[in-house]
C-alpha cells in the first residue's frame, strides 16, 4: 500500500508530511523532517496533540470511552483477570498460561523481602514524612543494592527480573513506612496471597485477623483499573527519564514523583480532603462548585476533567460501582459518599461543567474506597503508584527494546531577551 501523504503549505512551499495510522485507525503526521526543510517546529504547550510514541499496550478512545490493555476491554479484564495477570500482560503482551503465570509469581516471590539497608534508610525517615516523597526516593535507592540490574541496555532475562522485583518490593517499601508510622513492626509479604490481599495484610496484619477475600479482590480490581493510560503526565515521564538511559529505578521513581501533582494521581488525596471540607463547611456543595466555576479562584473540583476522557471514564464508572459493593460489604455508611453523589449529580446538570465536558474521573471515588479499607489518606496516592508501576514498567520496557528509540529531546520557541552586552556589577544600577 503506498505510504499516505498530508500537505502542508508554508510561505509558499509545500511540504509532503508522511501520515502514520495506528491498529485503530488513529492517524499522525510525521513532521521529524519539518524543520530540516522549513526551519519550523511544531508547538504544543502541555502536548495536548502530541504523539511522542508508537506503542503497542494501551488503547484508548476519550470520545466513546473506551480503555482496552493489549486489545482487551478494561470491563473484561476488571471482571476477569487479577493484579499479577495484568502486570504481566501489559509487560510482556499476553495473558499467560498457567506455566508462564506461575513462573512469573515465583519470580515475584524470590524478591519478596527488602534488602536490610533499604529497611534501615526507610527507618531514617522522619513519621510525617509524605509517604510518596519516600516512596520516589527509595525506589531510587534500590539501584544502589541491585547494580546487576545497572547496565544499559539490560538483556531480556534481566529486564524481566527487575520487573518482578520492582513488581514485589515497591508494595513492601509502602506498608513497612505506613507500619513504622503507626508504631508497628513490619509483617513479611507472602505473595502467594495474591498482590493485593498480601499489600493489605502487610498493612493491617493483627494475629488472628484475616484479610477478607472479596476485600482483597475489590483491591484488585482497582489495580487493575490503574495499571495503565499510556502516555499520561507519569508514562512520559518514566520515558523521557528512561530515554537517557538511565536505569530503572531512576525513571519509575521520576513517575512517581509526577504522579504525586493534585492534577495527576495526588488528586485522590485531594478528592477526599475536598469531600471533608464540604463536610465541614455543613455539605453545602453548591458554595464548591461556585468556587470551581469562578475563573479568579484557583479552585478546581477535584477528581472533576481528564486531557483524554471527554465523554465518561470508564474506570470511574466500575470504581462507583465497587464503591457500593466495598461499603456494603464492610458495613461503612460513609456520609461523604452522599456529598460526592451530590456534587456529582450538580456538576453533571450544570452548563459550565456539561460544556467543558467535565466528569468524574478515577480519582473521584476511589479515595472514598480506600478510606473504607483503612487507608490513611496521605497514603491514597501511594494506592496510585502500585496499580500504575506494571504501566510504567511495561512503557519502560517497550521504550528500552525499541532499537529505533531515541533520547527525549523535545525543541522550544524562544521568547527571552535579544543579545545584550555583559555588564560588570560595578556599573550596573
Ligand atoms: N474544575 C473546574 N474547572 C475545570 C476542571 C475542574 N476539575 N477541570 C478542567 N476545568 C476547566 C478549565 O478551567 C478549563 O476551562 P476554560 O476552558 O474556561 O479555561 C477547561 O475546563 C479545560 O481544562 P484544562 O485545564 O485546559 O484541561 P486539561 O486537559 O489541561 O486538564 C485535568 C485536565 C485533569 C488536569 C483537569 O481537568 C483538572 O485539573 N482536574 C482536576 C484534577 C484531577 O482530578 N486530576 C486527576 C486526573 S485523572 C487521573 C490522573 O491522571 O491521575
Given amino acids: 500500500m503506498s505510504q499516505e501523504i498530508a500537505k502542508l503549505e508554508i510561505e509558499g512551499k509545500i511540504i509532503e508530511l508522511p501520515v502514520i495510522t495506528g491498529s485503530e485507525g488513529e492517524k499522525a503526521l510525521d513532521i521529524k523532517s519539518l524543520r530540516a526543510e522549513t526551519g519550523y517546529i511544531t508547538l504544543d504547550n502541555g502536548f495536548v496533540n502530541t504523539g511522542s510514541c508508537t506503542s503497542a499496550i494501551t488503547f484508548l478512545d476519550g470520545e466513546k470511552g473506551i480503555l482496552r490493555y493489549r486489545g482487551y476491554p478494561i470491563e473484561q479484564i476488571a471482571k476477569g483477570s487479577n493484579f499479577l495477570e495484568v502486570a504481566y500482560l501489559l509487560n510482556f503482551g499476553k495473558l499467560p498460561n498457567k506455566k508462564e503465570f506461575n513462573f512469573f509469581e515465583e519470580k515475584v516471590t524470590s524478591f519478596a523481602t527488602l534488602p536490610e539497608g533499604i529497611t534501615k534508610i526507610i527507618d531514617q525517615y522522619p513519621l510525617d514524612a509524605h509517604p510518596m516523597g519516600v516512596m520516589s526516593a527509595v525506589t531510587s535507592s534500590l539501584s544502589a543494592f541491585y547494580p546487576e540490574f545497572l547496565d ?18 515497591v508494595k513492601i517499601i509502602a506498608a513497612y513506612f505506613y507500619r513504622r508510622t ?44 490503574h495499571a495503565d493510560h499510556e502516555q499520561n503526565c507519569s508514562a512520559s515521564t518514566v520515558r523521557v527519564i528512561g530515554s537517557s538511559q538511565a536505569n530503572v529505578f531512576a525513571a519509575i521513581a521520576g513517575g512517581i514523583d509526577a504522579l504525586w501533582g493534585q492534577l495527576h494521581g495526588g488528586a485522590n488525596q485531594r478528592v477526599l480532603e475536598m469531600l471533608e471540607e464540604i463536610q465541614k463547611a455543613g455539605g453545602d456543595h453548591k458554595k464548591f462548585i461556585a468556587k470551581a466555576k469562578d475563573k479568579n479562584d484557583s479552585f478546581r473540583l477535584m477528581g472533576f476533567g481528564h486531557r483524554v476522557y471527554k465523554n465518561f471514564d470508564p474506570r470511574a464508572t466500575i470504581i462507583k460501582e465497587q464503591c457500593d459493593i466495598i461499603l456494603e460489604k464492610l458495613n461503612v455508611q460513609d456520609p461523604l459518599l452522599d456529598i460526592a453523589r451530590g456534587l456529582e449529580e450538580e456538576a453533571r446538570s450544570d452548563e459550565y461543567f456539561v460544556k467543558r465536558n467535565l466528569y468524574p474521573n478515577v480519582d473521584f ?23 500504575r508501576l506494571p ?4 512503557q519502560w520496557k517497550e521504550m528500552r527494546e525499541d532499537v529505533a528509540a531515541k533520547i527525549a529531546r523535545p525543541r522550544q520557541i524562544y521568547t527571552g531577551e535579544r543579545l545584550r552586552d555583559y555588564v560588570p556589577m560595578k556599573d550596573r544600577k
Fill in 182 to 225: 503507626i508504631g508497628k513492626s513490619a509483617h513479611r509479604s507472602h505473595p502467594s496471597l495474591g498482590y493485593s490481599k498480601d499489600f493489605l495484610n502487610m498493612m493491617f496484619f493483627e494475629e488472628g485477623k484475616e484479610v477478607d477475600e472479596a476485600v482483597g479482590h475489590a483491591l484488585d480490581v482497582l489495580f487493575m483499573l
Fill in 391 to 394: 504501566g510504567w514498567l511495561a
Fill in 152 to 169: 544499559a541496555p539490560l538483556d531480556n532475562v534481566q529486564r524481566e527480573r527487575v520487573i518482578a522485583q520492582l513488581m514485589a518490593q
Fill in 365 to 387: 471515588y476511589s479515595g472514598i474506597i480506600y478510606k473504607a479499607l483503612g487507608i490513611p489518606t496521605n497514603m491514597f496516592t501511594v494506592m496510585f503508584v502500585l496499580g
